[in-house]
């Protein structure tokens, strides 16, 4: 079985409502585990009995009423240990929750236990396989997560994006999945890689899953009403479309088909050719940003660092200052002109991915087409659609202007109402 049929909106209604308890909604997601974890592997920290005490004490109050959570493991957690997948941090135990759990928690979450990554959220992969195929990949380093909500063993999910960690897996799963504005989400207790582009995100059933989230970890946010009107969408495909594979481009091209046969419009968006560097000054700010955050780790535990992690250490240490500085200085003069070509949008449109979830655990593909609007700081979403003829998930990836988040989710309520005939259920 993929998925549960009911998403956290309605599971945490019910139990508001009266109409079943955390203890109740925890031991059906608790049976799915005990089924399918063996060969998921989907978590690295999992405690069932903490699980049902917590749910026994539940007050039945909260956005998240019972409704249970898997957490990355680059998270904070004080029942949990927080190991980031690497022997250096075996059963490294925090004292705290990292912020937004706490958040989680005090909104009525259970907590279910944490989540394979990769290490240090980077590239060296773990051993969480896709519920799709368990020979395949669940993506990059949110990927027990991922891998945990399409099987069924929570209802919403922690990640985190720092190129394509969120939407890739998200794309191969069959997932809903946001990942805010840099900066919008509390990064206090989250181990960080490269602060320019670090980002909390999460999973979720629906749309209404994602703004319900959204609600509890970012203070305050609204999302806007929008006119009842055809919308006005951008698709850009970015200077690397040669990369899509023909099932995936099949699957993006039926869903703008949809959508413009539903009475909205959907624009072709060509960037100039300035933009096609885009990809490569992330990897390098990337690079730079990560071999400083783990500089710790590097001096006093290198040879408990994977080759992929000292790989990224050997790039960094031939890229000069100057060079890491110029990288920087062509985004943000880019992000203005970006932003003019999508002002007239109510959002843009792409791939999430150019492939489904490519065979074996070693590899998750590359993220290109999610890192190029990532680094810019600007929200995206995967909206899962029909699989393809490998019968695979494929993601649309819908992206909003910086910190118009609540304009994004808005919109993507929309776009997902006329794909429900092509969304993975």
């Not at 109740?24 to 978590?43: G, K, N, V």
């Amino acid at each position: 079985m993929i998925r549960s049929p009911l998403d956290a909106t309605t599971l945490s209604e019910a139990v508001v409502n009266g109409e079943t308890t955390a203890a109740i909604i925890a031991e059906t997601f608790l049976q799915r585990i005990q089924a399918q974890e063996p060969d998921i592997q989907a978590f690295v920290s999992f405690d069932a009995l903490q699980v049902r005490a917590d749910a026994a004490q539940h007050n039945g109050r909260g956005l998240l009423a019972g409704v249970p959570v898997g957490i990355k493991d680059i998270f904070d957690t004080a029942a949990y240990p927080t190991q980031f997948y690497s022997p250096i941090y075996t059963d490294h135990q925090p004292s705290r929750d990292a912020h937004v759990v706490t958040l989680l928690r005090q909104a009525g979450a259970l907590i279910m236990g944490k989540t394979h990554t990769t290490e240090f959220a980077y590239m060296h992969t773990g051993p969480t396989r896709n519920p799709h195929d368990l020979t395949r990949t669940p993506g990059s380093s949110s990927a027990g997560s991922a891998a945990g909500m399409a099987a069924g063993f929570f209802a919403l999910a922690l990640g985190t994006q720092t190129a394509g960690s969120l939407l890739k897996p998200a794309s191969y799963c069959g997932l809903f999945a946001f990942k805010p504005s840099l900066g919008l989400v509390s990064l206090e207790g989250v181990k960080p890689l490269a602060p320019s582009f670090d980002t909390v995100g999460w999973y979720g059933q629906s749309v209404r899953d994602l703004h319900l989230v959204a609600r509890v970890l970012i203070p305050g946010f609204v999302v806007p009403d929008i006119e009842r009107r055809p919308l006005q969408l951008g698709f850009c495909r970015t200077s690397r479309w040669d990369q899509v594979d023909p099932d995936v481009v099949l699957a993006l091209e039926q869903a703008v088909d949809q959508l413009r046969s539903a009475g909205h419009h959907v624009s072709d968006v060509r960037l100039p050719d300035e933009f096609a560097g885009v990809f490569d000054d992330h990897q390098l700010i990337n690079d730079c940003e990560g071999a400083r955050s783990l500089a710790k780790e590097f001096q006093q535990h290198r040879t408990q660092l994977s080759p992929s992690t000292l790989a990224m250490f050997e790039r960094a240490a031939t890229t000069t200052w100057q060079q890491e500085s110029a990288a920087k200085a062509r985004l943000a003069d880019l992000a203005p002109r970006l932003s003019e070509l999508c002002r007239p949008f109510d959002a843009m449109l792409g791939a999430s991915c150019g492939m489904v979830a490519p065979v074996g655990l070693e590899s998750t593909g590359p993220s290109d087409f999610i890192k190029f609007w990532g680094a810019f700081g600007w929200p995206q979403l995967n909206i899962p659609l029909r699989p393809g003829q490998a019968m695979l998930p494929v993601g649309l990836q819908m992206i909003g202007r910086f910190r118009e988040d609540g304009r994004l989710l808005r919109t993507a309520e929309h776009v997902a109402a006329v794909l429900q005939g092509a969304i993975q259920e």
